[in-house]
């Protein structure tokens, strides 16, 4: 069965420092990679996803994520945080095949950016 | 566009009764998920629909839980008896389809506790 771990549950920083939240999985076929994002307050929406070509992917309000096929990751970064990306971040993986594919979610790293 | 509805918002009963919760996914999305998400954790799905069939029900535990898709659009998902363990946030989403790149749209879920 799949897996995915994120090692930070806790992150806090201030305004301007700079972000990298880990997350790896264990499948080692074809995976496709998302992270989400929970505002307070809010639904769950994506915020980057990879599903082939660049491993570099952009996502809104800055994000980017890297994956690395020989490292089973797919890290979450952004150069300057801000206090309203204060939130709870969830990277999920799908695997599968044909028109099937089957959702697995991190346990989420929650971040709290002071002003 | 319309988001994902879910209703009720917050249930509380007692151990041993019955609850169910009910979902309106996007229109045209063929595909519904229902997750639980306890506190701390990420998102554990339950059940993916695929229209009315089942995709993957592996981790719904089948003994006392139990879902329908029965037109392919709205969902339930009922449990029956409750234990405490079942106090949890429970997420629909749907996407346009079960491929694997394709984005989850989340509703606000049911916050459920159990007595």
């Known amino acids: 069965a799949q897996s995915v771990s994120q090692h930070n549950h806790h992150v806090i920083l201030s305004e301007a420092a700079s972000l990298e939240l880990g997350c790896n999985y264990s499948y080692g076929g074809t995976v496709n990679l998302f992270w989400y994002v929970q505002y307070p307050g809010q639904h769950l929406q994506l915020l980057l996803k990879?599903?082939?070509?660049?491993?570099l992917v952009k996502g809104i309000k800055g994000f980017e994520a890297e994956f690395i096929k020989s490292k089973f990751s797919f890290n979450l970064r952004k150069p300057s945080v801000q206090w309203s990306d204060t939130a709870e971040y969830f990277c999920a993986v799908t695997q599968g095949s044909g028109g099937s594919y089957i959702p697995t979610f991190g346990r989420g790293t929650s971040l709290i950016v002071h002003p | 566009e319309a988001g994902v509805a879910q209703s009720p918002r917050y249930k509380i009963i007692e151990k041993r009764q019955s609850v169910a919760f009910w979902c309106n996914p996007i229109s045209g999305h063929a595909t519904l998920y229902w997750y639980q998400q306890i506190l701390g954790q990420g998102p554990k799905l339950l059940i993916q629909?695929?229209?009315?069939?089942?995709?993957?029900d592996s981790q719904l535990p089948k003994d006392r839980f139990s879902a329908e898709r029965l037109k392919g659009v709205d969902s339930t998902l009922k449990i029956q008896p409750a234990k405490l363990e079942d106090s949890a946030v429970y997420l629909c989403?749907?996407?346009?389809?079960?491929?694997?790149?394709?984005?989850?749209?989340f509703g606000p879920g049911t916050r459920l506790t159990v007595l």
């Open positions: 990879y599903f082939s070509g660049d491993p």
């Open positions: 629909f695929q229209n009315n069939g089942v995709v993957d």
């Open positions: 989403a749907s996407s346009l389809s079960s491929g694997g790149g394709n984005e989850q749209f």
